[in-house]
Each structure stands twice: as structure tokens, then as C-alpha cells.
T-cell receptor, first 111, second 114 residues
């Protein structure tokens, strides 16, 4: 089984940087995914880490430390449209492509 | 990435009835999944839709309540049977093509039961 924890809510200011943390416990780690979900919409894929280190995609970066069971999503130059829920999801090697999602972090960006 | 279409996008149903949700992918995919997302909550996996065989259900979900079909590599259905108000939720279909690819989601079906 898995236990995935992320903060419930965060608030940040437009133009700033915010880091959303995710910790997990799993017996057979095979990748960690971050999704963005705006209210009333489907989750959209942001990033994927399977090896330790930082993956950068424009304003968004994701970091993974497998030994610590820890990941973060870093959002730079925040825009109002970044207000959304951010979902951390873990895949296990013995579960095919099945994902287990954390509770999600609701980010509010203020002017 | 694959484009995933779900229908209906929303529905309001009477208690005790059943509703079938359709999920169509614009390309062949290896795996399809069905999730439930209750208001203010994250996603919970209902089952993996297996092509040509019975779906694999997660703990707490059973075939009699959530029958699933996947007749080919681009289409799946989820039926919510004998609905009660507790089934009011968003139901999401996802698909993935390849072992190291991310899942992509349909727009979801918002279901309300009166």
C-alpha cells in the first residue's frame, strides 16, 4: 500500500515562487507524477520523475528524492491562472500503470 | 498525447436508476482506468478496464455496482448501478499508452443523484 501526503492548502503572491511538497511511502516505487486540476476541470499532466533529481519544464520544476520518499513541485513567476489544485501521484512497479493520488494541494495565488 | 472524450459531461439521476458513462480515446491505448472524485477530494481509482476481459477492481468497489466494459483498445464504459445520493461524484476516465507514459484524463462526468 501507499501513504501519500501533501499540504491541503497554500497561498502565494503573483510573481513569487511556491514549493508544494509531497511525501510518500511505498514498497515498490516506479515513478511520481504531478497533475494540475482547475476547479470543474480534469487533471492535466505536469511532470514525471522516476530518477532522483530535478526535472524542469518552463516555469514548473519537479524534484525527487527516492531515498527520502520526497518530491516537490516548484512553480516560478506565479500567475493568477496557476490557482488550482496540484495532485501528487505515485506509481508502483508491481501495479502496472496504476496511480495512487495524494489528497491534493489547493493553491491560491493572490495579486 | 491521446485525446479522451467522455459523455455525458453531467447528469442528474433518480435514486435506484443506472447510468452508463462512455469514454472514447482517439488512438489505441494500452490501459484505461476509471476514477471517482468526490466533492473537494482527490481521485480514487475504481478499476482498471481490461480489453477483452473483466475489469480489475480496487478495494471497496465491486462489479455489480460498477460494471465496466472495454470491447477494444479505444473505448470503455462505466455503469453506476442502482444509484443512491452517495454516488454523487465526478467520474473520470483515463488512458495511458506505454509503460513509462503519464495517464491522461477525460473531462469527467459530473453525476448528481436525487
Amino acid at each position: 500500500g501507499q501513504n501519500i501526503d501533501q499540504p491541503t492548502e497554500m497561498t502565494a503572491t503573483e510573481g513569487a515562487i511556491v514549493q508544494i511538497n509531497c511525501t510518500y511511502q511505498t514498497s515498490g516505487f516506479n515513478g511520481l507524477f504531478w497533475y494540475q486540476q482547475h476547479a470543474g476541470e480534469a487533471p492535466t499532466f505536469l511532470s514525471y520523475n522516476v530518477l532522483d533529481g530535478l526535472e524542469e519544464k518552463g516555469r514548473f520544476s519537479s524534484f525527487l528524492s527516492r531515498s527520502k520518499g520526497y518530491s516537490y513541485l516548484l512553480l516560478k513567476e506565479l500567475q493568477m491562472k496557476d490557482s488550482a489544485s496540484y495532485l501528487c501521484a505515485v506509481r508502483e512497479w508491481n501495479a502496472g500503470n496504476m496511480l495512487t493520488f495524494g489528497g491534493g494541494t489547493r493553491l491560491m495565488v493572490k495579486p | 498525447s491521446a485525446v479522451i472524450s467522455q459523455k455525458p459531461s453531467r447528469d442528474i439521476c433518480q435514486r435506484g436508476t443506472s447510468l452508463t458513462i462512455q469514454c472514447q480515446v482517439d488512438s489505441q491505448v494500452t490501459m484505461m482506468f476509471w476514477y471517482r472524485q468526490q466533492p473537494g477530494q482527490s481521485l480514487t481509482l475504481i478499476a482498471t478496464a481490461n480489453q477483452g476481459s473483466e475489469a480489475t477492481y480496487e478495494s471497496g468497489f465491486v462489479i455489480d455496482k460498477f460494471p465496466i466494459s472495454r470491447p477494444n483498445l479505444t473505448f470503455s464504459t462505466l455503469t453506476v448501478s442502482n444509484m443512491s445520493p452517495e454516488d454523487s461524484s465526478i467520474y473520470l476516465c483515463s488512458a495511458v499508452d506505454g509503460s513509462n507514459q503519464p495517464q491522461h484524463f477525460g473531462d469527467g462526468t459530473r453525476l448528481s443523484i436525487l
